[in-house]
């Protein structure tokens, strides 16, 4: 690997600035759409006066099995970073099950060995959905089925609730058809059944260091048996909803299936094997360091078992997280991070702890480190703990202070950034909410438009997927708004969309200099090239093309 070779253009004397607006697509539909409602006078200037575009961000665009997939943040920051196309999570894991690799690799081979020498439970924890962006219950069914068929008798499943990636309140939608595919396998004489649950945003999937709490609650679920006891799946979520007036699967409380005596059926226990089934690392870090690491000082782990753990996939190659995993993760290379700080580009990587990740991490091929500590410098500003639609701001307005700093003070050539807006608060369904998080990001990028102005810098606006531009279900044939039966309230969506994403090329100093490629069709993976060429770099020749042309 060697540095980029200078272009013809000798680059602009303030930097470029890269936003990131995640969750803003462009939207298909005028009802639901929290981005066309919003005031957003920045990017309706940028529209007309700045270079503007489109780009796919979803589907095989990103690297996932099909267009029928949403992107998802963590797909679409390797694919804004790396410059290429990687086959994904999803799709690695259907490969491996599909192939048989999965089940003939030393991972699975020794959680079953475990479950016969001792002859103990085998557990499945993680996301309950199709979503197909953290998990997908197909790929947690043929893992059960391969169980039974190695003479595993006991296993217990743990689900993390959805209404995120899926519909809001869709939960039974899956528990059901799972209690009748678990009927079917115990008909043969084992003992499979659902253990705990509970909301994704409640317990267990916490991110970042953001809020270890949840951690904590889904060990005392999962692992402790403590909590709420309910017959079954069905009866806990009835119960939590009926308890709480219109909550969604994200937010429901934990709760423990008891047997008849009142005692849990399926706490995890000594000498018993753990699989967390979902492919995605950043929600699945904390629980899997909580099984892993001896001494981890975030909370008291009462009890605290000995077992044989592994991941769906290894979520972070350089701290070893987890240890034994099912699937090895796609393995991303020269990421445009790479390339700049070989070359010497001083850089300035910058968001809220929910998406801080996102723009280090994900952005640098799943790496955690920095490429050099010279000339890269990472700021996380925390995020607040509280539902995002009770401050739907979030911390945009901090983050744009750093940023502003950053530029008047032109050390950094390349300034990158992630408001979170248009996702976080999205995902909670609450549109006047996810409405005002985007004219908040709108307000923002007009201060960092001014402050790229006046150091004679170049803009770059774009997003990792659509999310806050979809937020109600439409009919696929009609277009038109679901609404539930029942009550005849619209059905709120709180998934990411399948539409393109924005982007917007504005140079402060000469904005006729630049054109947009003829080229048709360009993702995400784009806006590394796009970077580089806005740098005065040559991409790397198996980059995906660069979304502007310079004309000199």
């Known amino acids: 690997m060697q540095a980029l070779k200078k272009s013809s253009f000798a680059g602009a004397p303030g930097p470029l ?17 929290a981005v066309r409602t919003a005031v957003k006078p920045t990017l309706d200037w ?25 992107g998802n943040s963590e797909v679409g920051h390797n694919a ?25 690799g030393t991972a699975w081979r020794e959680i079953i060995a475990n479950i016969q020498s001792n002859q103990s439970t085998l557990h499945f924890l993680g996301l309950f959905s199709d ?3 953290h998990s997908h219950i197909d790929q947690l069914k043929n893992l059960l089925r391969q169980a039974r068929k190695e003479g595993v008798s006991r296993c217990r499943i743990h689900i993390l609730l959805d209404g995120r990636d899926v519909g809001e309140t869709s939960a039974l939608d899956y528990v059901d058809p799972f209690e009748a595919f678990l009927a079917e396998l115990n008909a043969s004489g084992v003992d499979y059944r659902i253990a705990s649950g509970g909301g994704r945003m409640n317990i267990t999937m916490d991110r970042y260091n ?4 949840m951690v904590r609650r889904g060990w005392e679920t999962h692992v402790g048996g403590v909590g709420p006891k309910f017959p079954s799946a069905r009866a806990a979520i009835e119960a939590h909803r009926a308890d709480k007036a219109r909550i969604i699967d994200q937010d429901l409380p934990p709760f423990i299936i008891a047997d008849t005596q009142g005692q849990a059926v399926g706490p995890i226990r000594d000498g018993d094997s753990v699989v967390f089934f979902n492919f995605r690392g950043d929600r699945a870090i904390e629980i899997t360091r909580a099984f892993e690491e001896p001494d981890l000082k975030e909370f008291v782990r009462t009890p605290n078992p000995k077992v044989c753990y592994a991941g769906m996939m290894q979520y972070d190659g350089d701290l070893k997280i987890p240890k034994r995993y099912l699937v090895s993760p796609p393995a991303i290379d020269r990421t445009m991070g790479q390339y700049l700080a070989l070359s010497g580009v001083r850089q300035l990587a910058i968001s809220e702890t929910q998406k ?17 500590e010279k000339l890269e410098d990472y700021v996380e500003i925390p995020s607040d703990i509280l539902p995002f639609e009770q401050r739907p701001w979030m911390k945009c307005a901090e983050i744009t202070d750093a940023v502003i700093r950053a530029i008047g003070e032109n050390r950094h050539r390349f300034i990158r950034l992630n408001f979170p807006n248009g996702d976080m608060v999205g995902h909670t369904g609450v ?24 150091a004679g810098g170049i803009l770059l606006v774009s997003a990792d997927h659509g999310n806050a531009d979809d937020m109600y279900e439409h009919d696929k044939k009609t277009g038109a708004v679901s609404k539930d039966k029942a009550s005849g309230r619209i059905k709120v969506k709180t998934s990411h969309s399948l539409n393109p994403v924005p982007v917007y090329i504005y140079d402060s100093v000469d904005p006729k200099r630049w054109s947009l490629s003829p080229q048709t069709g360009l993702g995400i ?24 042309r310079y004309e000199g």
């Open 17 to 33: 600035v890269f936003v990131i607006m995640d969750g803003v697509g462009i939207g298909k539909y005028p009802e639901g759409d």
């Open 356 to 372: 801080y990740g996102h723009v280090t991490y994900f952005f640098n091929g799943n790496r955690s480190g920095k490429f050099n």
């Open 131 to 133: 979503g197909n962006v």
């Open 80 to 104: 804004i970073g790396c410059g290429r196309v990687f086959e994904q999570g999803a799709k690695l894991v259907n490969q491996a099950i599909e192939t048989g690799a999965l089940f003939q």
């Open 46 to 70: 940028l529209t007309e006066q700045a270079l503007a575009s489109q780009l796919k961000a979803h589907g095989m665009a990103v690297g996932l099995p099909s267009d029928e997939d949403m």
């Open 525 to 548: 993976s784009s806006l590394a090239a796009t970077c580089l060429t806005l740098l005065g770099y040559e991409p790397p020749a198996d980059y995906d093309p660069s979304v502007v």
């Open 431 to 454: 549109y006047a909410a996810t409405q005002i998080g985007v004219e908040c990001v709108d307000l923002c990028l007009s201060r960092i438009l001014e402050a790229v102005r006046a």
């Open 210 to 213: 953001a809020n270890w709490d």
